[in-house]
DNA sequence: TAGAATAATGACAGAAGTTGTCACTATTCG
DNA sequence: CGAATAGTGACAACTTCTGTCATTATTCTA
């Protein structure tokens, strides 16, 4: 093994082990003591980060970050980087420092000349937009550490139509759209809600998670992909052409859409009952190119809203 | 300059300039020839993609795909370049191989054990989510090389209302909420308008922009951040608390909300005359949370849809 | 307090690796 | 054919690396 290749092996080794003594290292890599510390010498010129102890109970330690061995990417794979770091750009907020993105930039004078072009040119034709928020989520990078540590947190929340104090377990985080969402059990309702970060006007207490068995997923992208409530609800909508095309733009209807050959389309679905009232506010401006089918409660709910409509607009 | 560092150097040199000969090197680096012919066999055995033509007219040539030379990352960067990474892996297209992103997991690899766990402990809480679209966008990845190339495309495309052949420049792709976007300038409406990537049908022709002075943005950012269509039509709408609440969530209208301390709030703002309609459909369900004061065209739709909606549903 | 374990440094000789030179072959282009 | 190129082999000079030994200083533990 070449010097070079066992610097690159001893970068590696450090940083999984954290602590070790230079005994060890010569140990492992078959060379002198005197080889490693030369070695160790050498790594902390290049401005590793390790810093020693003398004594009986003394060795290396790595000091702040670690820095990791260096990694060869391929044009296209720094290419990807790039995009994928830009697809972060427009957040307001991220649950992790900002700068450490943007460290990444230095990567971007690494490259050769045209790949710096290309990238920058990239950049001038693609974009993940994400709409600005006006509000701010000052407490999302607590309500991470939270959920990161399986904590529970008191807060105090202000929900549309009120404010109030909950006691939440956090599921995780999830960002859509722009907006930062928080899916937890609440201790309060006794089951999983979902809170808008930017909502949470206060952390008043974080502690550890109560002991009990509530029913939370293991991971957020299960929460999103798996559970969600129950679908106690079944939903039949007549769509005109135009309709169906409205309603692709809809992931959550989109799901129960089918289409006619013969044109137009219906959406036949099973939903929370809880979403009725979501359901009933969409399609309200879809006028004529949506007829309720199921249930005759959807039907009562669109009246009711016609009518609220009605006294307001039309005297 | 030992030879670890000079075989760094060479890779930068190397990938800089894609075509070299021994010779070159040799007087850039100050080493005989034969040294420059040993480190390239070793670059070589090292799989860096080099080949070589002997004669008078040989010398050497990058194949394929440039690997660039090896960066140290510190441990947080690394952990935001998966987070970013993660950002993008909801999408079910891009405009370049997905592969490249998975590919990058390789670096997951080479992270101490502790890391891997970490990264993997918050990817179980934290997602990048984007509804599911239901609709595939095949076309992206040439949409993408006729934005990057600058170039104008006849295409087939499937609005709302109807199917039809179009030529347009491309400003760029955006991707909002889990759908592809393309503002372009289309030659037959001689204006720029946005077109769903996903219902371009099929591309008929592509061919060099054709001359002449159209009013295209330098970038996509610029289209996104400053142009975009006139505002020429000014809305003032009266909300209640609810209203206000509702209103937030939707960025384009929380844009002109201002409240007030004694509770509700009021939209003000100019937007484009073509936007009239979609305000109305966007307030029609806020019912009496919101009220129209200007202008009479707007409270005219919404009566308009009012009645339509209670023909239909009341008959 | 002595002893063991640790880091750190210096000197030096032998081992290992690197480099330049020279000689040579083969290929390609004009 | 001649010039320019890649590629290989041998070898000596040079440089770097490594192990050994000796030494100092610090810290913990028994």
């Given at each position: 093994m070449s010097k070079a290749e066992r610097l690159i092996e001893m970068m590696i080794t450090i940083n999984a082990k954290k602590d070790f003594t230079a005994g060890e290292l010569a140990d492992e890599f078959s060379v002198s003591k005197r080889t490693i510390l030369r070695d160790l010498q050498e790594l902390e010129q290049a401005g590793f980060p390790i810093y020693s102890e003398v004594g009986a109970a003394g060795g290396y330690h790595i000091l702040k970050e670690r820095i990791l061995p260096p990694v060869a990417f391929s044009e296209s794979e720094a290419k990807a980087i790039f995009f994928a770091c830009q697809a972060l750009?427009?957040?307001?907020?991220?649950?992790?420092?900002q700068e450490t993105i943007s460290v990444l930039?230095?990567?971007?004078?690494?490259?050769p000349l045209d790949v710096q072009n290309s990238i920058t040119q990239i950049q001038n034709k693609i974009v993940f937009w994400i709409p600005d928020?006006?509000?701010?989520?000052?407490l999302l990078k607590s309500m991470f550490h939270i959920a990161i540590n399986c904590h529970a947190a008191t807060i105090r929340y202000s929900s549309t139509y009120s404010e109030r104090t909950r006691t939440i377990i956090p599921v995780g985080l999830y960002a859509m759209n722009g907006l930062w969402y928080c899916p937890a059990y609440c201790t309060t309702a006794h089951q999983i809600r979902v809170f808008r970060v930017d909502r949470?006007?206060?952390?008043?207490e974080e502690k550890p998670c109560p002991k009990g068995n509530y029913p939370?997923?293991?991971s957020i992208r299960e929460y999103l992909e798996k559970?969600?409530?129950?679908?106690d609800c079944r939903i039949k909508i007549q769509l005109t052409d135009t309709g169906v095309k409205r309603c692709e733009s809809e992931s959550f209807l989109a799901g129960g859409l089918k289409t006619f050959s013969t044109g137009g389309g219906i959406i036949d679905m099973e939903i929370n009952h809880a979403s009725l009232e979501w359901v009933a506010d969409y399609i309200l401006p879809f006028g004529n190119n949506a007829t309720v089918l199921e249930p005759a409660e959807l039907t009562e709910l669109m009246r009711q809203k016609i009518y609220e409509l009605h006294q307001h607009y039309c005297k």
């Open positions: 750009q427009f957040y307001r907020d991220l649950p992790f420092e930039k230095k990567f971007l004078n690494c490259l928020r006006h509000c701010d989520s000052p949470i006007k206060e952390i008043i939370i997923p293991a559970t969600g409530p129950k679908n």
